[in-house]
């Protein structure tokens, strides 16, 4: 197999080009960026399959001759918003398998429409496939199906912990960062009622997980309340939830109104955001039993007649024995990446069309399992097993 790792040289590309390296059936990494620079100096940190290119997304035939003779695209490149829909149209008119980890719930949407096309052309691609979205959908679909029937899914995570790799080939404003100006700022789409609507984001959701004292979320723009209801006709309701890192701050939603009455730049603020997490330490408290998890899926629904809820959530790594090493960003974005890459190569992965990660191509307590295997490679974690990482909490 021959991949093209479309921004592989970045804070989360370089850790999914890292695993796929040593998967047998992996012939060739071409790590693309648009710095030759910084791809060579990363592929030369790498085993011999990996090699590096100069690739600027915006040039279409540069863009094709890229694509020619590969089998699988890992696109890293941010933010999608302005990248995922046109890079994800060259890769069907290539015929080449497609894996990213878009955090954009604009161009998720015209991403799914492009499901027949992606059929036609015989190639299974799967958008969002990292940490939230990504890990996130299949911790939600776990919930999902401890329960008869479900009603409302929330998807939620610590922003304190998402603070972007220090280690990228990318210059200027981070694209992570950007991104989360994009998504706290304006309107961002979310299906409650029955109904999609936009809201404003950073209002406040009072959730009641299993287990633990009811807490506060705030409404943060992302795929996982659009796809869900896309794949389960039947949801009444379906959010994405941030908590934690100073995010329901007054200084962070003052600066964001002030992006939206346009007095300041999304890049000022993404540059101030930048600036407010290195300068305000949001992610020294590690998470006790009654705080709210680092990342989870809450599934609310009925349990044999009977009103229940069900939450699945990612077990932060400090909490576990004292030589484990904290995962960054960049691993629990890019691991999932490279996972999908090995489903697919290993023919776990049969279906053709565009899907997101909660979609039931994937065996989510499988995939979950191969996340931690990989994460175990990079880290002394004192377990690796899914039920030392991965913590189910029922209402009943």
């Not at 040593?22 to 910084?38: C, G």
């Not at 290539?94 to 719930?105: E, M, S, T, V």
């Not at 603070?163 to 961002?188: C, D, F, W, Y």
């Not at 809820?309 to 004292?322: E, K, L, Y």
Request: with cysteine; glycine share 10%.
């Amino acid at each position: 197999m021959k991949i093209l790792a479309i921004g592989g040289s970045g804070g989360m590309g370089r850790f999914a080009v890292n695993a796929v390296q040593h998967f047998e059936k992996v012939e060739k990494i071409i790590v693309a960026d648009l710095h030759l620079e910084s791809a060579r100096g990363f592929a030369d940190e790498m085993n011999d399959k990996v090699s590096a290119i100069a690739l600027d997304v915006n040039d279409t035939l540069a863009l094709q001759a890229a694509l020619s003779g590969v089998d699988i695209v890992m696109n890293t490149c941010g933010p999608f918003f302005r990248f995922g829909v046109p890079i994800l149209k060259a890769c069907i008119d290539a015929g080449c398998h497609y894996f990213d980890i878009c955090d954009d719930w604009e161009p998720t949407i015209e991403m799914l429409q492009l499901d027949q096309a992606a059929k036609k052309a015989g190639i299974c691609a799967t958008i969002g496939l990292g940490a939230s979205p990504g890990v996130s959908n299949l911790l939600a679909l776990v919930a999902m199906q401890a329960l008869d029937t479900v009603d409302t899914i929330y998807t939620g995570w610590d922003i304190g912990d998402a603070k972007p790799e220090e280690s990228s080939s990318q210059q200027g404003t981070n694209a992570a960062v950007l991104h989360a100006i994009e998504q706290m700022t304006g309107r961002v789409q979310i299906f409650r009622d029955n109904r999609f609507e936009m809201a404003r984001p950073l209002a406040p959701i009072t959730v009641r997980y299993p287990g633990l004292p009811s807490f506060e979320g705030c409404i943060f723009g992302h795929p996982e309340a659009v796809t869900f209801p896309h794949n389960y006709p039947k949801l009444r309701a379906s959010l994405n939830l941030a908590h934690g890192g100073g995010i329901d701050s007054w200084l962070l939603k003052t600066i964001m109104r002030l992006v939206d009455w346009r007095l300041i730049s999304k890049v000022r603020a993404a540059n101030f955001l930048t600036w407010f997490e290195k300068t305000i330490d949001v992610s020294a408290q590690v998470n006790g039993p009654e705080e709210p998890p680092v990342m989870y899926g809450l599934a609310i629904g009925a349990k044999d007649g009977r009103p229940a809820s069900v939450g699945v959530s990612f077990i932060d790594p400090a909490t576990q024995a004292a030589e484990a090493n904290e995962i960054g960003m960049g691993a629990i974005t890019g691991i999932p990446l490279a996972c999908g890459v090995k489903f697919l190569i290993d023919g776990q992965l049969k279906e053709t069309g565009v899907f997101s990660p909660e979609a039931g191509h994937i065996n989510p307590k499988l995939f979950l399992e191969e996340v931690l295997v990989q994460l175990g490679h990079l880290t002394h974690l004192s377990s690796i097993a899914f039920e030392d990482n991965i913590k189910i909490s029922c209402s009943w």
